[in-house]
């Protein structure tokens, strides 16, 4: 038996559903820093503040935050603090589910279907990760306006 991987890595305003994603053939420090340099010149205009896993690559001393983003670490063991791991789940689910893919480039090519899908859908995003916060809590994301 043979793996192989692909990573994905994304990003979602739970405010306007908005999704940022790549793929990269490893997940590593120097990925993380390709992503969020990717996301800042997306929303160069923007103050972002991206809140994230514990993983060792969102927090190496050697990774590079774009000068428009700050970076805030959720709680060990709490993936479902993080929006984000909403949109993974709802990717799994629709894109993935009960397929036995021939090739690591059919996976690739099923996974860049699904990121664009959530990217040309927003509100499907929006829907998986607002859970109403602008109700809850008398705020509005003002990144995402």
Request: with cysteine.
């Amino acid at each position: 038996m043979v793996r192989e991987f692909v990573y994905a890595f994304g990003a979602v305003c739970p405010a306007d559903g908005r999704h940022d994603s790549l793929v990269l053939p490893y997940a590593d420090t120097e990925a993380m820093a390709m992503f969020l340099k990717e996301v800042a010149k997306r929303h160069r205009r923007k103050y972002i503040l991206m809140f994230m896993d514990q993983a060792d690559w969102h927090k190496s001393k050697g990774l590079k935050i774009p000068g428009n983003m700050e970076l805030a670490y959720l709680p060990p063991h709490s993936p479902e603090l993080n929006p984000q791991e909403q949109v993974w789940d709802e990717l799994s689910e629709k894109f993935f589910g009960n397929i036995v893919f021939k090739s690591i480039d059919a996976v690739m090519d099923r996974l860049v279907e699904g990121l664009r899908c959530m990217k040309a859908f927003p509100d499907v995003p929006k829907s998986l990760t607002h859970w109403g916060l602008d109700k809850k809590m008398n705020m509005e994301c003002f990144d995402c306006k």
